[in-house]
């Protein structure tokens, strides 16, 4: 999946050449799973249309502050242009823009995006060989990097007037490939190894009955999305569940028992960096599986259980440099018992679940987390979707393991 999947990108478009290769650069960044919004600066629309951009886009293209042919003249706000982007891409911007983009000049929509935007901005700039070679171009690109813009740097080659030398705009594909590198190198857990577990485990009786929970998943797997979307090489181990994780790099390890779940854990425990243990794991299990499924019969039927081992517990006996995290799913004394799994499970943080919140818990798409550290200090969260909850654990974790 690309680091670019679900983000926002907003498209600047200025009147150079080039700007006929936006329409290929709007087509990679919606492949990529991006969301694009354009703007263009009015001379650029010579070059190419709004329509066409806007078709590409799916989106309306803006151009000016005001819609003139509206009769309701809508005002096309540069605020919340800015701030609807994740980033912000101008390709090609001309010397003239440049040099106004360095001076905080704001005479056009673009401009004015560009100035209010707080996301990181890319710049492609383009142009002929002399002018790319100029002083006062250099020098703008100088001063446009010292306020964090990021510069893609032209390629050389052919140039629209016939010289040849530095200028060309770079291919589309090369554009989203220098963003996607860029993010992913900035990523915070780039380079680090996530190790989660999820779901419920079935702890089975015979060959078709079992001991289970209604675990639905969603916890961990919004935990494996999230340490995806940050950078993280990340192996999910996950007990029986109807969740998925469609176009992802995440290693998904499918397991049904906690002693599978067990092994599948001490497989890939010592390789890791931060390991997050989401999965409500039965506490106990069959002492005997029946070979046969086991018939009705007319007296209560006893089964006999023995404890499964704790997989939390045991990889805390074992840790080394890992962060290890584990949940408490509480319904009484909560912060106790939270804070007695933390220590002798030997874990760094304890994302606790009461059952006493309404919305918490396993089954729903919400949850209400209490976060305590190794050092006992306590955060509390309001009640929140899984995914802005999974965003909540990971701040915590970067926070607390230096990651
Ligand atoms: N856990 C585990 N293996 C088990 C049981 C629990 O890895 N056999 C992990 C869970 O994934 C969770 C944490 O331990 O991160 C706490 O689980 P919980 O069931 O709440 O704690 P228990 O130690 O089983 O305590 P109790 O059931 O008495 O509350």
Known sequence: MSVLSGKNVLLGVTAGIAAYKTTYLVRYFIKAGANVQVVMTPASKEFVTPLTLSTLSKNPVYSTFYDKEDENEKWNSHVDLGLWADLMVIAPPTANTLSKMADGICDNLLLATYLSAKSTVYFAPAMDLDMYQHPSTKGNIEKLQTFGNIFIPPSSGELASGLFGEGRMPEPEEIVSFIEDHI???????????????????????????????????????????????????????????????????????????????????????????????????????????????????????????????????????????????????????????????????????????????????????????????????????LKSKTEVAVDIFNEIIIKSDA
């Open 184 to 382: 992913s190198s900035n990523l915070p857990l780039q380079g680090k190894k996530v190790l989660l577990t999820a779901g419920p485990t079935y702890e089975a009786i015979d060959p078709v009955r079992f001991i289970g929970n209604h675990s639905s998943g969603k916890m961990g797997y919004a935990l494996a999305k999230q340490a995806e979307s940050l950078g993280a090489e990340v192996t999910l181990i996950s007990g029986p569940t109807n969740q998925q994780l469609p176009d992802s790099s995440v290693k998904i390890i499918d397991v049904i028992s906690a002693d599978e779940m067990y092994d599948a854990v001490h497989d890939n425990f010592k390789d890791s960096d931060i390991a997050i243990f989401a999965a409500a794991v039965a506490d106990y299990k069959p002492k005997t599986v029946a070979n046969q499924k086991i018939k009705k019969k007319e007296a209560v039927m006893p089964i006999d259980l023995e404890p499964t081992q704790d997989i939390l517990a045991s990889v805390g006996k074992i840790k080394e440099n890992q962060f290890l995290v584990g949940f408490a799913l509480e319904t009484n004394d909560e912060l106790e018992n939270a804070k007695g799994k933390l220590k002798r499970k030997n874990l760094d943080m304890i994302v606790l679940n009461s059952l006493q919140d309404k919305g918490a818990g396993f089954k729903g798409d919400t949850n209400k987390i209490t976060i305590i550290d190794k050092g006992e200090n306590i955060n509390s969260f309001t």
